[in-house]
């Protein structure tokens, strides 16, 4: 039987539940040309989110076209500079004679090799012989514009992993160049989204960046429990099998409303189950769960220093925000305050733990149920 749940992709249909009212958003910031900027941890639904919004936007605006970019690929700028320009122009002619003649008629002072495969209407790609002058991004990035103008439509152009363009060679210069050629453009609107949130933050909230103000910026929450509980029964009811709330409920709160792992848990409850979800079939679920998962995380305990993961069995412990009590620092040995300063800060880099609202959480879920249940109770850490 298929699987009525789907992680590790980005879902959309009867795969994809709640966030209406960040649709809402996403959907009158693309019709209002208000740029938007999106962030949340790994895994959290961005991708999917962005997807629908946009599907929803060209359903309602018949004017409307966008532009998937993803950054995860893309090495450099040169790079980049093709996939936008060969985005753009497949996004906004509907024939693939069409998209040579725009290519020819936009590109002016550049000179674009358009190569196509075996399949032209998939293998059709642009690329650019740079002469690195400033005249040659900017005809680039003005594409979509331009292209707007002329025929009268409004562009989106999603740029999704928009951190990594750390790895481009000089990534203030190329924040510079985006930013300034869009700041004059009133018919493309650009969303910007992506995780490393310590990074993005510094991108768009330091006053002495580019990107600075560049737009709405959404934080990205988890998904509601009435609407995942609601989407797990449904999912059970619609393959002839059932769970009740209860269990649910469990679900959900075992993986804390992390999207992608409640989707995981949920799926290895349901291929587990033969007519309807017992306890004993949610516990070894949970431990098939830590099962697959655990060499990642004893890979990513290894990595730690003593200490930090002593700060990970407070968290485990409770304790989310009383780590100037000096009680609490002696208990888990955790050295001076100035210490779990610095912990605090090398745990966020990595993505293990995120700060909002002055809480701490461990961000996998599957990851903090694994230090409780198996490597903390095994006497893992010596206090
Ligand atoms: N609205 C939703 N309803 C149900 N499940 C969802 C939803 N959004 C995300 N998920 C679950 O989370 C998983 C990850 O979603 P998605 O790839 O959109 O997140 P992301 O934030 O873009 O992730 P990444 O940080 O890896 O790019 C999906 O495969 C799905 O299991
Ligand atoms: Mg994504």
Redesign the pocket.
Known sequence: MKSP???????EGE?????AKDIKRLVANFENNINTVLL??????????V??AIKTTLKRNKNFRACYIDLFQIRDEKEFYGKLATGVIKSTSTKFEDWVRTAGQFLKTLTPNISFGIDPQADFKISFDFTDKDKTYGEILNLPEKIAKKKKIKIIIAI??FQNLSNFKNPLLFQKRLRSAWQYHYNTVYCL???KRHMLTEIFENKSMPFYKFGDVIY?SK?EQKY?VK?IIRKFEKTSKHINGKYANEIVALMKRH??Y???LAYIVWSNTGKTVDQKTLDNSVNDLLDRNSILYEKEIDELSNTQVNFLKALVDGIDNGFSSQDILKKYNLGASSNVIKIKRVLLKKEIIDISGGQIEILDPAFELWLRKRYFAAGGIKL
């Open positions: 749940f789907k992680f590790g992709q980005v879902v795969y994809f539940t709640d966030r949340s941890p790994r895994r959290w639904g961005k991708s999917s989110l997807h629908k999704d992993e989204f992506g995780s990205l998904i995942l989407f999207p992608y409640v989707q995981q």
